[in-house]
Structure formats: structure tokens, C-alpha cells
């Protein structure tokens, strides 16, 4: 649901928002200095408020501001992210001993049960090796300890949990030469311990999570926000209270398993998101054509492919939308199959209509990209981490080579070669829309780099073609007022967010409604 009892309507009465720079997105009528919300929808658009809007019994100034559609965050954990909000930070933790000191400062301060930690990263550091087990033991004083690396999908735990965590049947646990595990956990290993440690956590503190990040990503202009739940996530109560619980911002779910039945239950008409095919590049568990060059092997894939093409089959012939979360160029390839598997039964405009999406495609093969375009494909990216990855030094570099690592993330190429293409965070990468944009279009390789305009769109209207909403993303006359104003600077760059409007409804900045 959208909007809780405590925002603003605007939709009961008629509401013009005057004064700001109208970027509208639409190309009929790109700019503008005035608009009419009424019942939800966007009733005028134009440059004279005073003669020629419609009739209004309230007016909003939004002077000195740039209005514009409201983002969408295409890929995100909310529950994670509201998690990591008040988690213990490791971003900012240069080496092994940083880590275990945060973690020894947090268990000072803090009276919760388990200690959580999001964000670090080995590459950074000058000896490339993850906490180990024992270290977070003795770093914890006892309690479960669980440090979540960079890219979501590797931890390390402390060795009580490592012994309580049901992990006999998982791949994935790291061990040493002596084969005790070290508690760096991948793939499946990681997937259940992130669920057992979920289990851990009080109600109270995830329904507290869940409410700092829907009024995080409210206030910095983000509308509509894509739940990638699943089983091996936050699992099915938490996703439940997301589909059907009153927030500041419209969410929108996907379930990361093979269950249709599941989805179908719950009147949804999508599927996937967390629907993996491989892992990352990051903890070297993207599959890849080529070898890593800083370890043996290339990684594996998670699916069998007859699998994935009867499930994604069945979805289209049900009208739903299917997501795979595919990293590697071998696992890209498997989703192309997949996809192509289908059309070949069902046709491909069929499958254009579905609008089945690519999560992260960060490597691509140059001929896959008209394949994508051929099937309609879009794909949803985080390019305020991943690009970074992909720079000079970073992990993307070490794991693949230079070469490799440029080629990374061609969001530029795809977007030149008319492949639709969304914005997301993850629940690990900045939450900053404009991060996002900045950084999708301001790489020195081209093929990473798009025109600042198609990434604005990407990080708007992108997340609408994701979502398969044709009538809202626009500032256009019958489209759903979904709308953001933003502060501009001096040297007219958008910054801090004064307004957010999701469904014809203030949920952020209600101070500046004004009557008439």
C-alpha cells in the first residue's frame, strides 16, 4: 500500500505546485513552471499559474527548486537497508583490525542481541583476507556476530554461530587447510545464515527497520521502491508486511523463488529479483566465460537451465513478469537462452510484453546485447557501487584484469544500443538517487558511461518500464503524481529534497503545503 494516515492528500482537492523548474520528462512538454494534482493524477502542466491553471484550493511554491518525476529504487532489501541504517557501518574500515575494532566499540554500546555489519571489502585492504571466525568470537564477547561483505552476497560469522547455523547441506562454507571452516560463508552458506540471523533479530527492531528505510528513501525523492524478498532474504513474513503494510513510498514486490503459486496467492504479477543464477564478482562466485586471474576457476552457475526455462515459461503464459539476477557473462548467457527457450514457444512478442528483466548484468558479451534488445529485456543496475568496482585499482581489476574490469557494467553501450535499462541501491550501496546518476554517467570508458539525460530517465521512468507501469513516471497530464522537488545549487546542481509526492500524497516535506 501507499502512504500512510499521516502524510498529506493532495488528491481530495485540487493542488497547484508553482514556482520550480519543471523538468517533466515528457517530450511533448519538456519544461514547465507549474502543475495541477488532482484525485492522484497530474490534471494540468504549463508556464502561467496565474492565468492559465486550472481552478486549485491550495497552492505549494516550490521557488528556487527543480521538480521532476520521483525516483524509483529498481532493486533494493528494505528491511536490510533499514537494518543497515542503524547496523555497524564497515565501509569506511581500511584492514582486518578496523573491522574487529568496530565490532569490539559496537558490543560496548549497544544492548542488541546480535551484532550485524555491512560493508567491508578485503580488496581495500592491504592484506586481502575476511575476519575470521574466531577473531569475531573474541571481537563479540560472546554474541552472534554477522559482517555482511560489500557485495551482499559473502559474510563471515563468529564460530558459535558458524556450529549453530544449519549449514551441513549448503555450498559455500570457506574452510582452511586443516578443513575446520573459517566462517566466510558464499552462496547458499550465506543465504542461510543471513535467515538465521534474521530469526535472531526482535520483531520490534525489524519493524523499526523497515519504517527508517521507507522514510530514508521518501526523503530523498524515491516514490515506488522494487522489494527483492525471498526465501533465503528476510523470507516470507517480512515480505508480507512490505506488500501489505501502509508506507511512505509505494512498494512494489518480487519473489526470489521458483514458486509461482506463492506469487499468484498474494495477487502479484511478478517474480524473481533475488532469482539467482550465479553470485559475484566480488566473492568470485559470478560465473564467467573466462577464469578469474586472482584464483583458480570461473565460478559456477546456480540453476539448471531446463529448470529456469519450464518455471519462466509457465510465468509468461500467466502474464508474469519473470526477474533473473544474473553477474557473470556465463550466467548472462544462461538467462539469454532462458529467455530465447521461451520465445521460441510462446513468440517474442510475448516475451517483449512480459517485460522480463536482468539484475546487474555487469558483464555482457558485445553480441548480447542485440539479444537483450531483440527480447525486450530490461536491465536493472546499482550504479553508484558497481560502476565504482569497475574503477582503477578496484575489485573488479584484481578479480578479472584490466582489461575485463573496463569492459564491466557497459551501462553506456546498452543504453546506446536502446536496451531499457533501471537504477536500484542493493541494500548495501548509496542510497542517494543522484549518486546513481552522477556516477551512471560521469566513467571515462564510454561504454560505461551514459548521457546524464538517459540516466536521469533510467533512474525515474527506467524504474517504471521495470515495473511494467506505463501510467506513472512522467509529469504529464493523466499520469499518477508521483513528482520530487529538489533544492538546486549554485552551480545548478540538484541537491537536497524538499518535496516528495507519491499517489497525489505529501510524504516528505508536508511544511511546505501553504492554502490559498
Known sequence: MIAGPADSPLSDEPVLLVGADVHTLDDHLPRA????????????VGDDPDEAAPAACRRIDLSGTVLQPAFVNAHTHLTGLGLMLNALDLGLARSVEDCLAAVRATVDVTPDPVIWGMGWDETRW???????????????????????????HCLVVDRTSLSAVPLARSRGVDRGEDGVPTGLLRQEAAQVAQRWFSAQVPARTLQDARHMAARELASSGVASAHEMGGPHRMGPADFDAWIHGRWPLEVIGYWGDLDLDFVLERGLRRVGGSLLLDGTIGSHSAALAEPYTDRAGSGQLYRDTTELRDFTLEATLKGIQVALHAIGDRAVAQALEVFEAVAATTGVERVRRSGHRLEYAALVKAEDVSRLRALGVIVVVQPANDLDLASLGGSYEQ?????????????????????????????????????????????????SSMDPAAALRAATLGGRVAARQPNVGRIGVGQRADLAAFEVDVDGTPGR?????????????????EHV
Do not use: K, Y
Not at 513552471?33 to 494540468?44: D, E, K, P, T
Open 497 to 513: 529534497c524538499v518535496l516528495t509526492v507519491v499517489a497525489g500524497r505529501i510524504t516528505h516535506g508536508v511544511g511546505l503545503l
Open 33 to 44: 513552471r507549474a502543475v495541477l494534482v488532482r484525485h492522484r493524477r497530474i490534471a494540468w
Open 399 to 447: 578479480r578479472l584484469g584490466a582489461s575485463r574490469a573496463r569492459a564491466a557494467n557497459p551501462v553506456g553501450l546498452l543504453s546506446r544500443s536502446d536496451v531499457p535499462i533501471a537504477f536500484g541501491s542493493d541494500d548495501l550501496a548509496a542510497l542517494e538517487p543522484w549518486e546513481g546518476v552522477r556516477a551512471a554517467s560521469s566513467q571515462p570508458n564510454a561504454d
Open 126 to 152: 592491504p592484506v586481502h583476507r575476511a575476519p575470521t571466525a574466531d577473531e569475531l568470537t573474541a571481537a563479540g564477547h560472546g554474541r552472534p556476530v554477522m559482517l555482511l561483505r560489500a557485495d551482499g
